[in-house]
């Protein structure tokens, strides 16, 4: 069966020389109403690089474009890599690209089984094509259409019109997340007996491990460990289920209330009644907590928790804090300590600020934060209070295994013997300040191996009382 692809036309007889003529194949239509019920299916939804991916791929593809497309391209202008990034190193580009063709298998295998129209990606070509599906040597026919109009990519619909089409189909999915949410807990818990392996680890001891922890386990201020709550809305929807829904990165209910996808889910569900809720919390955040409170229990008795939300900058002052929460939550408050960090999280991994000779400027990760198995880095920061009386230890990074493998590592006799030796250097006591970066590989979203990357020891700045 032949595959269809957007090519030149050969002039028609009677035709005069002029601009090329790009000839519409057979199912283009069709192809474009494909891909947008691909990019809304449950498959690709939980995966926007791969999303990104297959959009840009697409919007070549039916603009006549795809022939000249390069690994480079496509990592800069699709995916938003720097205009230095380097395919012969950096092989981001061609692992979403095996993650793209994994996903459509799996989409074609699940909910897209009766699909008309295949959407490929052959290997060792970064070019989607696509050809009809038959059975029986029949065309499959159409599936009735989506809950709005599939519009094509290359038109830019109202943003609630995209937001709703995009959602509309997922609205049954939806109704089950109030179920699925409030089995997090006791989900993560019973999957993760792995994840918490550090139980004997955290009940051994070294002097090393001690050393590192010390200004937490010496300190007179009581210790809060603070950790987060994403905001989700709860449409309220008399006679039928409530329905629960997120969007990621989003950090309060002022931001949620202007995305597009609140405005095409309200008028999806009738102007129902909208809630913010904060009763979950993610499963990274769950296990994380865990573990650091088998850790205090025989350290310290004064050890509280509280939502990062409610703890003011009062008991950051007052308080020593270990903060367990998303990079973007922690970053506004690091940003107000009297410290200069040496490294910051961004989307992609941790950049460097100050890169010494030889280093890299962006310790990247190699995974989508979507995805189960991969590797990530983790950034652990121990900074003085507000006013460089108590503590701040942070564990930042893009993926949940990071935060888990971070805090296990940290918590580890062994790892604490590494990770001492290399912050004391030369020097006989470790600095008080400092960050650190670790790199975490997982499988099934379990930390499976950490290791040290490299650290910066950091110096208040002028003007501020220390301890």
């Known amino acids: 069966m032949k595959d269809f692809a957007l090519l030149p036309d050969q002039r028609n007889e009677g035709e005069t020389l002029g601009s090329p003529v790009l000839k519409v194949p057979p199912g283009l239509e069709q192809a474009r109403e494909q891909v947008d019920r691909i990019l809304a299916s449950d498959t690709l939804r939980a995966s926007e690089s791969v999303r990104r991916l297959l959009r840009f791929l697409a919007e070549k593809a039916f603009s006549g474009e795809a022939d000249g497309l390069k690994e480079y391209s496509i990592g800069v202008d699709a ?6 990034f380097d395919p012969r190193h950096d092989a981001g580009v061609r692992l979403l690209a095996s993650r793209l063709r994994l996903k459509l298998d799996e989409y074609y295998a699940n909910e897209g089984d009766a699909d008309p129209v295949t959407i490929e990606m052959p290997r060792g070509r970064f070019k989607i094509v696509w050809k009809p599906r038959m059975r029986g040597g029949v065309p499959v026919a159409d599936p009735p259409p989506l809950t709005s ?3 094509p990519l290359h038109t830019a619909p109202p943003p609630e019109l995209r937001y709703l089409k995009r959602w509309g189909g997922l609205a049954i999915a939806l109704m089950l997340v109030c179920i699925v949410l409030a089995a997090v807990a006791k989900w993560s818990l019973s999957r993760r007996s792995s994840t918490v392996a550090v139980d004997r680890a955290i009940s051994e001891s070294s002097p090393e491990l001690e050393a590192l922890w010390n200004p937490i386990i010496s300190s007179r201020n009581h210790v809060v460990i603070a950790f987060w709550n994403p905001v989700f809305v709860r449409f309220q929807r008399h006679g039928s289920p409530d329905v629960l ?9 002022e931001d949620e209330v202007r995305t597009p996808e609140f405005a095409g889910l309200k ?8 809630k913010p809720t904060l009763i979950y919390t993610m499963r990274g955040s769950l296990v994380s907590i865990f573990a650091l409170s088998r850790f205090f229990a025989s350290r310290r008795s004064d050890v509280s ?8 900058w009062q008991q950051v002052a007052d308080h020593d804090v270990v903060l367990v929460a998303p990079a973007t939550q922690i ?29 890299r400027p962006l310790y990247d990760d190699l995974d ?8 990530t880095v983790e950034l652990v920061s121990m900074l003085p209070g507000p006013v460089g009386r108590t503590r701040v230890v942070s564990f930042a990074g893009n993926h949940s295994a990071g935060l888990v493998g971070g805090i296990q590592s940290l918590t580890d006799p062994a790892f604490a013997r590494l990770v001492v030796q290399k912050l004391r250097g030369s020097s006989a006591e470790l600095p008080p300040y400092y960050q650190m970066i670790i790199k975490v590989r997982y499988r099934g979203d379990t930390p499976t191996y950490t290791s040290y990357v490299t650290h910066r020891t950091l110096a208040l700045k002028q003007n501020s009382s220390g301890n």
């Open 79 to 84: 995916l938003g890599k720097p205009a230095s």
């Open 245 to 253: 829904f997120r969007t990621d990165g989003i950090k309060d209910w």
């Open 267 to 274: 008028r999806l569900f009738g102007n129902a009644e909208a």
């Open 305 to 312: 928790l509280s939502r990062l939300d409610e703890l003011s």
């Open 331 to 359: 970053r506004e408050r690091q940003s107000a300590l009297p410290v200069s960090p040496a490294f910051v999280v961004e989307k992609n991994g941790i950049r460097n600020l100050r890169p010494h000779p030889g280093e």
């Open 149 to 151: 109009a599939l519009l």
């Open 368 to 375: 989508d934060p979507q995805q189960s198995d991969g590797e």
